[in-house]
């Protein structure tokens, strides 16, 4: 995250790759510096009169360092003493500067005595750069400025920074340019600059770049007042060193005039924290991410991401700023696919040790004094592989929708047939048009089933793309028209097809004609294999029913029209959902009773007593039970336990004892779905209402339908019950705050 005067540093080299000098952005194309450097750079003499017809290369070394660019002078006043405003040069690159690069902020003022300055050069031996400081003194007959180094230690100015920008701490801008250092009286420790105002009287064109004092000193103040209502949110674990690293930055944020919201430190004992974490969510500027390898498995962590996600597409000024921090997890380190999706294309920095502490802390700082978002280079762009279950790792939160290539013996560790499930899938999937529906509450396996159906196609030269509508961004939904292009374009990009909606897009005919012909005359015809297409967390499409009705009615008539034969039979569908669908349908046009229907149940106790074995676990049978009566068959939570138990983290005696509890290994799961809970009041009251007795409940439909979806409960005829003691201990306890 580099400061504005970072940004606009350039270093300028000769024809034999030495460094002579330095310069600065002053606009999107124009460059500042020195006549004499430029004069250096070519190995002419300073004082020559005419300007030269030479390019001069550079290179910005603070944001894309040995990446050349080579730039002509335009502007020259050569180096002579008997002349007002000389030995000035300005350049004009070839081509644009970097993505991160700035023009300098360049101000002028009559009163810059005493003000403290910093300045990036390149002396001798010393071409990656090193900074000086002191202050700036006072005008001169010929129109320069000194400056007097003041330090008992450190750099002082000397040739080799000429042409840099000199940065005034006290206006935050660019006073002038470092022009000469005095080298007789080493004593005297000075050296000169070009103010600003002499640089626009000798070049006019610079000076719709500066800014007065009193312009600068305005602006200033406007950002230091709102930064005063610059709202942080810090999502930390609490352990260390990221719950140090929090507090460390909670601090240094209130210090600084910022508002800062820490949990541990934020929310008093009996506060209703998830309202707190939701208010202070949507209040907040800037959401301050500190992301180690245990967060990075955490459910509430990914649910927080994904709100300050919602967030985003509902705010106009897109925010919470996503700022994440690496602790100790490197930037390459796999993600889960849902981390991975919110957070690509965002810039992050890593933390390795407290050494970096004051840098990050400084960069964040900076960040919010000039109320941006940090935009993300090339250079910096990483590519997070996907998270694939280990013994020695945390059981992921969320499932890959597509196996990793080169590792599904690795990512089947775990993963446990409830046959014939996955040989009636394996089959089906190979029939012309095919057509296969998922139905499980979140965490049961449905994402997993689909990433193994997916590879079993592709063993078969099917092509298979896995889309998942989790992370489409809100905007999608607006209206079916722009769903629909969304759904055409992003299906495109997986099959790496260029996007030709220009083409296809005829607002004559519907959105569903539209998207029908995109798929037919385009998509399909562009491919010579069948198309195996899954579909992942279709539930999100239920909450637009303006959108809903004709999406899912247009995937039954591509399935019926595949019937036909065709170009449309190459196409099979996997549809994944976690409820019944209620919204209101024609049985004829819905796609959610047709196909091969898969209802994923609970683990069994044969495949419990599996998976404790895969964990190295000799387990008697009762030791089974005791743990299937806590948390039934769900897949994630057994595997928790045994993941913690076989780590010898803890025993099934301590486990059971903790296990509803904020404490306990579920402490995260639980948390996740108590947040979730206090989202929907209706679901809150049902589901107090479901705990506080210990007989069945009858609900509205759309309720049970909604929790059974969240995995709370389950059905029994028409009545709902807990749906697991798991479930029933921790809400029963919390039933006063629901």
Known sequence: MPTPLESSVVRIYSNNSKVVGAGFLVSQKNILTCAHVVADALGIARNTAEMPNAEIRLDFPLLAAKQLFTARIVFWRPVNPNEFAEDIAALELASSPPNTAQPARLVASEELWGHPFRVLGFPKNQSNGVWAAGEIRAGLANGWVQLEDIKQQGYALEPGFSGAPIWDEQLQGVAGMAVAAEMERAAAKAAFIIPTQVLTTAWPELGEQVLSAETMQQQWSTVKSASKNTKVFISYRSQDPDFTLAQQFYEALKASG????????????????????????????????????????????????RRVKQLQDLRH?????????????????????????????IQQREWKSSADTPKILQEILTILAEGREPTLTEDELV?????????????????????????????????????????????AILKSGSLIRIKAPRQMGKTSLMARILHQASQQSFLAVSLSFQLADSKVFADLDQFLRWFCAIVGRKLRIPNRLADYWDDIFGSKDNCTAYFEEYLLAQISE???????????????????????????????????????????????????????????????????????????????????????LNWSSTQIEQLMAMVGGHPYLVRVALYRIARQ?????????????????????????????????????????????????????IQAFKLKSMGLVELENNNVLPRFNLYLQYFRERAASL
């Not at 198309?531 to 637009?544: I, R, T």
């Not at 796609?591 to 964990?615: A, C, K, M, W, Y």
């Open 530 to 616: 069948p198309l195996a297409l899954g579909l992942d967390e279709v539930d999100l499409v239920y909450q637009h029913p303006e959108i809903a009705s004709d999406f899912f009615g247009l995937l039954r008539a591509w399935h019926e029209e595949a019937k036909n034969g065709g170009i449309w039979k190459k196409l099979r569908l996997i549809i994944a959902h976690s409820t019944e669908v209620y919204i209101p349908m024609n049985i004829n046009q819905s796609p959610f009773n047709v196909g091969l229907s898969i209802e994923l149940p609970e683990f069994n106790v044969e495949q419990v007593q599996d998976l404790t074995r895969r964990h190295g």
């Open 258 to 305: 910022y508002e800062a919201f820490m949990a541990g430190e934020s929310i008093r004992l009996g506060e209703n924290w998830p309202e707190r974490i939701d208010r202070e969510l949507e209040q907040s500027d800037y959401f301050l991410l500190l992301l180690s390898q245990k967060s990075a498995t955490s459910e509430m962590v990914t649910e927080e991401v």
């Open 649 to 701: 983290a803890t025993t099934l005696e301590e486990l059971l004892q903790v296990a509803p509890t904020d404490a306990g290994p579920f402490g995260d799961h639980l948390r996740r779905h108590w947040w979730n809970l206090k989202q929907h009041s209706d679901l809150a009251m049902a589901m107090k209402q479901i705990v506080a007795t210990i007989t069945p409940v009858q609900l509205e439909p």
């Open 317 to 345: 000024d897109h925010k919470p700023v996503i700022l994440p921090i690496r602790i100790n997890f490197p930037l390459n380190s796999p993600l889960n696919y849902d981390l991975r999706g919110y957070l690509q294309r």
């Open 383 to 427: 590519t997070t592989p996907p998270a694939v279950e280990s013994p020695e790792s945390p059981p992921l939160p969320v499932a890959e929708p597509e196996l990793p290539e080169g590792q599904v013996d690795l990512a089947s560790l775990f993963y446990v047939e409830r046959s014939p499930i996955e040989s009636d899938c394996y089959e």
